[in-house]
Nanobody, 131 residues
Framework: QLQMVESGGGLVQAGGSLRLSCAASGRSFTSYFMGWFRQAPGKEREFVAAISKSDGSTYYDDSVKGRFTMSRDNAKNTVWLQMSSLKPEDTAVYFC????????????????????????WGQGTQVTVSS
């Protein structure tokens, strides 16, 4: 089992930056793909980014590509989401999640975008971008 705690959210002006952290505890952190999702008020939870277990491959939603960067440090059991050029539409609660999908899955890029493929979730951190 894996437990995750997100931090780093807050209020920022449009065009600014924030760095979210997700610290994981439990067994076998390297057995999991890690993902970030977000949920705005009245909207469904949506995929933001994901990272592979060990080779550093990353996957992004088109809405954040070029602005957000996801990274991980397996020695620290931590993932980060560096967010730049923030827009008011980025306002949401951001969730860290862990997926035990197999790396050999040929459809991994598509599957990581599906929140149903994630086994563990953090409690979320609020990001608010003012215009």
């Amino acid at each position: 089992q894996l437990q995750m705690v997100e931090s780093g959210g807050g209020l920022v002006q449009a065009g600014g930056s924030l760095r979210l952290s997700c610290a994981a505890s439990g067994r076998s952190f390297t057995s999991y793909f890690m993902g970030w999702f977000r949920q705005a008020p009245g909207k469904e939870r949506e995929f933001v980014a994901a990272i592979s277990k060990s080779d550093g491959s990353t996957y992004y939603d088109d809405s954040v590509k070029g602005r957000f960067t996801m990274s991980r440090d397996n020695a620290k059991n931590t993932v980060w989401l560096q967010m730049s050029s923030l827009k008011p539409e980025d306002t949401a609660v951001y969730f860290c999640a862990a997926s035990g999908l197999s790396s050999s899955n040929h459809a991994i890029a598509a599957m990581l975008r599906d929140l149903r493929e994630y086994d563990y979730w953090g409690q979320g951190t609020q990001v608010t971008v003012s215009s």
